[in-house]
C-alpha cells in the first residue's frame, strides 16, 4: 500500500502493523554489498565489537562448564552416600563439597560479569551508531534536490529516520552477540556432551532432524498465513482510514449498509488467516518442546542403563539431561537470525540508499553585490520528465521593482515559475539572470538569499512565534522583528495572545487560525527584507477581514520590491507589470493586462469567465 | 469495559478447552521430573534395569499428552484472539458508522482510525499472550510448588527465597526503567516531529537558508533520545545476567543443602535431581507471570481507548415513530428560529436561523470563516441536531424521519471532493439503492450525471471508463475531478434538495461556468442551497442569505443586498475591483430603485 497523504506516513511510521508483522523478513535486494557497507560503517567501533564478542564467548564458556561441574557435586553425594551406607564414612565431606561449591560460584560471578560487560558495551556502540545514521540522514536531507521531495512521501523518509534505524540498532544490541554466544553454546555443549557420553549424545541429537524438519514445514506454512495477514490487514487499515474520512459523504448517501459489507467480508477473512498464523507459529514451541522432552526421556533411559553398567555416573546424568535442555534455545536462535538479518539489511539497505542519493550540485562561486532586483529569462526549457517538456525557451525581461503576476487555471504549474527562481530546479537549457549574473554561477543560498517568499503553505514550526518570525533572517534583532510584525498586520494579534510573541505554536493547537499564519509568514519574508518576493496569493479559507490585512500586507511586502505573484486577485492582475498566463504547464501568453485583452486569447477567456453573467 | 467482556464471553467454551489443554500439558512436565527420580531412586540405585525401560515408554507417552494439550491449548488461544480481535473490529465500525459529526469531531477521525485498527491488534497480541502464558505461568508454578514440597518439604524455603530475591530484582528494574520508557516514547515522537517539520517545510527551509538550523534542531532531539536509550539498554541488560545468576546460585544451594538432607536420610538422591528441575521451573513461571505484569498494561490503554468508542452514546437517535411527509410538498427546507451550540461550547454557532428554500430556487449562503456557514449545511442531513427551533424539509421536522428517508432526499456535495476506492461508477452510484431498478437503468443514470457534471470527458480518457479503478481516496484523480465526480454522485440520487458546501472552488472558472449551466438541467424542481465564499459564484441566486457571526446579516438578491446590506457589500469591496464595484453599486441603485417604484 502506497503512504500518499501525509496523514497516512504517520501511522506508517509506527514500528507495527499487526501481530507478529516483523515475522515476515523483508529481502533485501542486495545482501551482499549491503551486508559490506554495513560492516564498513560499523569499522570505527570494531575494537569493541570484537571485545564484545570475546566476552559473551566467555561468558557461555563459562555457563557451560558449570552443570558438568554441578554433576560432580552430586556424584560426590552419591559417592559419599555409598560410603556411609557400607559404614566407610560417618559424614559426608562438606569440606571437597564446599571446594567444588565455591569453585562454581567463582565460575557463576565471572559469567555473569562477562555477560553483563559485553552488553553494556554494546549499549553504547548500538547508541553511538543510531546517533551517527540518523544525524547522517538529517544532514543528508538538507542537501537532497528538492525534486527528490517532490518524487518520495514524507512518510518514507521518515520511516529510514526512525524504522530503519531502530531495526538495525535492535539487530546490533540483541541479535549480534546472541548469535555468537548462540553458537558458542551449541559448539560447547555438544563438547560436553561428547566428553560425558557419546552414545547418550549421539541418541540425543538423532531427534534434532526431526525438530529440524517440523520446523521447516511449519514455517513455511506460518509464513504464507502471516503473510494474508499483513495483506488484509492493509485491505482493512485501508477501508476504514478511507470510510472515517469519508464519513460525512457515507452518511449523507446512506451508504452504511454497503461499506459494513465491504468491512465485514474483509475482516471475516483476516480472522481466518489470523487465527492460522497464530496457531502454526505458536504450534513451534510445543513441538520443540515435544522433541525436547523426547531427548530428555532417551538420555534418561539410556543414561539409567548405562549407570547400572557403571559407564556413567548419577552426576553425569543429571548434567547431561541440563545439556539436553539448554540445547534447543540457542538452535531456535540461530535459526532466527536468518530472518532478523535478513531484514536488518533490508532496513539498512534502505539508509545507505538515502544516504548515496544525488545530492543537489552546489558549484557556483560567484558573488552579488547589492542586488537591485532586475531578473531575466532567456530562453529558459524546462521539464520535471525528461521526455515531457514543460517550458519551452522561455524569455522575459523584469525590471527592478516590477510587479509580475503569473496567472492561469487550478493545475497549470504556476509553481514552476517559482521552482525555476529560487533554484528548487534547475532549467534545462537557457538562464535566468539576476542583475545580468546567471543564478548557476553562483552559490544556491546566495539567490535563495534574493527573495522573500510567501508560500500558501504556511508552514510555521513548534515553537515561539517570535522564534517563528526569526526565521526569516537569523540575527534579527527582536525590534526588528517587532517593526515587520506591526506592518505585516500580526502584531496586535500576537500581543492579544497570552504570551505574546513568547506563545508557543504548536502544530495541532489551534492558536492561530489559517488567516493568521498566513499573516505569520508574510511577516517572515519581512524580516527576511530581501530585495525580491515571491508571493501565492491563494486564500481561500480566511474570512473578509482577515483577506483584506493580508492583501493590504503582500501590497507593502512587495511594494518597491521586483515581485512574483501567483495571483487570484484581479486587482494584482491588473496593476502587474507583466502577466505570465499559464496553461496545462505552459507559459502561453505574457504581457500587460491591457495587452492580453486587445490580444483576445486564453486570457481573455479566462479573465472574462470568471465575471461572466450565467 | 462492559461490551468488551460480553465479546470476550462468547468464547467461554473455548477458553474451558484452552484450560483443559493446558491443565493437561502441565501435568506431564511436571511428571517427567518424579518419574526421572525413580528411574534413579529404583532403576539407577536398585539396579532394576526392566524398570529403567518401563518407565522411558511410560515418559515417551506422558510427553506425548502433554504436547497435545500444547497443541490444543494453542488453537483454542489462536482462535479466541483472533475471534475477539474481529468482533471487536466490526463493534468499532458498526458504532463509528451510527456516530453523529459531534462525536466524529469528539474523538477526530485520526484517532478513531487507530482505535478501530492498531488498538484492536495491540489487544489481540495481548490476549493471546496473557491466553497463553498468562494461564500456563501460575498453573505451572502451583503444580510446581506442590510437587517440590511433596518431594522434599525441607528445602522449600529455598524457592520461597529464591523467587523473593528474583522479585526484589525485577521490581527494582521495572521501576527504574519504566518511566524512562515513557520518556523514550516522547522523544521518539520529538525526533519524528522535527523530522517531519523539515520534510513539510523544505522549500521555506531552503528559501531561508537554514538548514543549518533544522540540523541542529535534530542533533538535539536526537541526542536527548540517544541517552535515554543508553540508559535504557544498560539496565535492561541486567536482567539476563542476574537471572541467570539467581537460578543457578538457586541449584548450588539446592544440592548443598540437600546433600545434608540426604545424609541425614530425609531424602533420597533421586528426590534432590527432581526438586531442583522444580524449583526452576517455579522460577521460571514467576519470570512468565512478571512478564505478563509488565506487558499487559500496554493492552490497558488500548482497552480503554476501545471501550471509550463502544460506550459513548449516540447523540443523534432515530425516532420511536418515524413520519412520512406530504407527497405534494417537495423540496422545501424551513429553517425556524434555529440556534445551534456545541456541546460544552459558550457561544452558540448559530442563532435565531430562520429561512425557506423553494423548489427550482437557488438559495446561497455567503459570510466569513467561522460565520456559520456549513454548520447550516450540517443541520439538514442531521449530522448535527438544533439546540432550539427546528428545520423541517417537506413539513416534517428532520429529527421524525428516518436518517434513510431523510438523506434519501438530500444530494450533498461537500467542500472537499470525497472518493472511495472502487470504480468510477461504484462512486458515482453510491447513493443509489441498491436493486430498487435494473442494472442498465442504473448505468444509464450514472451516465447522465457524470456528464452534467462535466466528467464523461476525462472518465472515458481514463483506463477501463466507467470501470476505471479509483484508489484509495480518490488519490489517482486530480482534485477538480474529484469534485466533479462528487457532485455526479449528488445528482445521481435524484434528491429533492441540492447542498453545494463551497464546492465549486476546486474548479477553473471555465468548467465551473460549464457546470452551472449544465446543471439547470436536472435540478429543475429541486431546491438548491450553495455556500460559497465568492460573490462571483452566486450572484444570479433567487435568495442570498447573509450570515455574520452565526446570525443572518442580511437576506435578498444580489443588488438589493448591495444596497442595503453592509456586510454583504464589504465582502463584495474586498472580491471587486473600484470600478467594478462603482458598475456594480450602480446596477443596484437601479433595479432596487425601479423594484421601488
Redesign the interface.
Known sequence: ?SE????KS??N??P?????AGMIGEKPKDFKKSVGKLIRSLAPHKIAIIATLILAVA?TAF?IV?PKI?GE??NQ??K??MA?QMGFIA??D?AS?ART?LM??SL??L???C??LS??I???V??RV??NY??DI??K??RLP?SY?DKHQ?GD??SR??NDVDTI?QTL?QSLADAVASVAMIVGILIMMFTISWQMTLIALAVLPISAGLVGVITKRTQKHFKNQQDE?GE?????????????????????????KK??GI??Q??GS???S??FS??M???M??VS??G???S??LG??L??NGKIS?GD??AF?QYVSQFNQPIVEVAQIATVLQSTVAAAERVFEFLEEPEEDDTGTAELGAVKGAVEFLDVSFSYEPDRPVINSFSASIKPGQKVAIVG???AGKTTIVNLL?R?YDPSSGKILIDGVDTRTLP??AV??Q?G?V?Q?T?L??GSIMANLI????GASEDDVKKAAKSAHVSHFVESLPHGFGTQID?DAEIV???EKQLLTIA?AMV?DAPMMILDEAT??????T??LI?EAMERLTKGRTSFIIAHR??TI?DADLILVMKNGNIVEQGSHSELMKKGGFYE??YN?????? | MNQLWKILRKYWWQILLLLGGMFV?VWA?LQ?PD??AE??NK??VG?D?NF??Q??WM??VV??I??VG??VS??F???V???F??DT??AI??K??C?S?AE?DKFS??S???R???DV?QV??TL?MLL?MGTRAPIMGVGAIIRALATAPNMAWIIALSVGVLAAVMVVLVVIVMPKFKIFQSL?DR???V?????????????????K???QK??RA??DL?KV??FI??AM??M???V??IL??T??LV??V???S??SGAIE?GN??AF?QYAVQVMMSFMFLIMTFVIAPRAVVSLRRISEILSSNESIKQPDQPQKPDAKVRGVVKFDTVSFRYHGAEKPVLSDISFETKPGQTTAIIG????GKSTIVNLI?R?YDVTSGSVTLDGVDVRNYT??DL??K?G?V?QKG????GTVESNVA??MP?GATSAKANKALVEKAVRIAQATEFVEKMDGGFEARI???G?NV???QKQRL?IA?AIA?EPEIFIFDDSF??????T??KL??ALKEVTGNAAVLVVA?RI?TI??AEQILVLNEGKIAGKGTHYELLKKCKVYR??AE?Q??ES?MKAEMKIAEKRTGKAEK
Not at chain 2, 472552488?505 to 471555465?510: G, M, P, R
Open positions: 500500500m500518499k497523504t501525509d496523514d504517520k501511522r511510521s509506527a507495527k502493523n499487526g501481530p507478529m561468558s555457563s558449570s554441578l557435586m552430586t553425594i552419591v559419599d552416600l556411609k559424614e559426608f562438606y563439597l561449591a562454581l560460584i557463576y560471578i559469567a555473569t560479569i555477560n553483563y552488553g553494556w554494546l549499549a553504547r548500538t547508541q543510531m546517533l540518523r544525524r538529517s544532514q536531507i538538507n528538492i521531495f514524507y523518509t521518515l529516520v526512525t540498532a544490541s490487514l482493512l487499515n485501508g477501508h476504514i482510514e478511507e470510510i472515517y474520512a469519508g464519513q460525512t459523504v457515507i452518511k449523507a448517501f446512506s451508504g452504511e449498509p454497503k461499506v459494513e468491512f465485514s475482516n471475516r483476516l480472522y489470523s487465527w492460522k497464530q496457531f505458536g504450534l514451541f510445543p513441538i518442546n515435544f522432552n523426547l530428555y526421556v532417551a534418561a533411559v539409567g542403563w549407570a547400572i548419577i546424568i543429571q539431561i487555471p487550478t493545475g529560487m528548487f544556491r543560498s535563495r538569499h527573495f517568499m508560500l503553505n508552514w514550526f513548534d526565521y526569516g533572517k537569523t502544530g487560525s489559517a488567516g517572515r527576511a481561500s479559507s480566511v474570512d473578509t477581514r483577506e483584506g492583501q484581479l486587482s491588473r477567456e479566462l469567465s470568471q465575471f461572466a453573467e450565467d | 500439558q512436565s517427567l518419574m526421572m528411574i534413579v532403576g539407577i539396579g534395569q529403567i525401560w518407565q522411558g515418559m515417551i510427553t506425548l502433554g504436547g500444547m497443541i494453542g488453537f488461544a489462536a482462535r484472539g483472533a475471534g480481535a474481529r473490529r466490526e465500525f458498526s463509528v458508522l456516530f459529526i466524529v477521525t485520526a478513531l482510525i487507530t478501530t485498527t492498531n491488534n489481540q497480541q493471546v497463553r521518539t525526533l519524528n516531529k523530522t517531519r517539520e523539515n520534510l513539510t517545510g523544505i522549500r521555506v527551509v531552503r528559501a531561508f537558508n537554514n538548514e538550523i533544522e540540523e535534530f542533533q536526537n541526542q540517544s536509550y543508553l539498554n544498560r541488560v541486567v539476563f545476567p542476574v541467570s545468576l543457578n546460585f541449584t548450588l544440592i548443598w540437600g546433600a545434608h540426604i545424609d538422591i534432590l535431581m531442583m466569513s470563516t467561522g460565520s442531513p449530522f436518517k434513510e438523506r434519501s438530500i450533498l461537500p470525497v472518493l472511495f476506492s453510491l447513493g441498491e484508489a484509495q481516496g488519490d486530480s482534485g477538480g462528487s454522485r440520487r472552488s476546486a474548479l477553473d472558472f471555465k465551473d461556468l452551472r449551466h465564499q462571483g450572484k444570479n464589504e465582502i474586498s471587486f475591483s467594478e
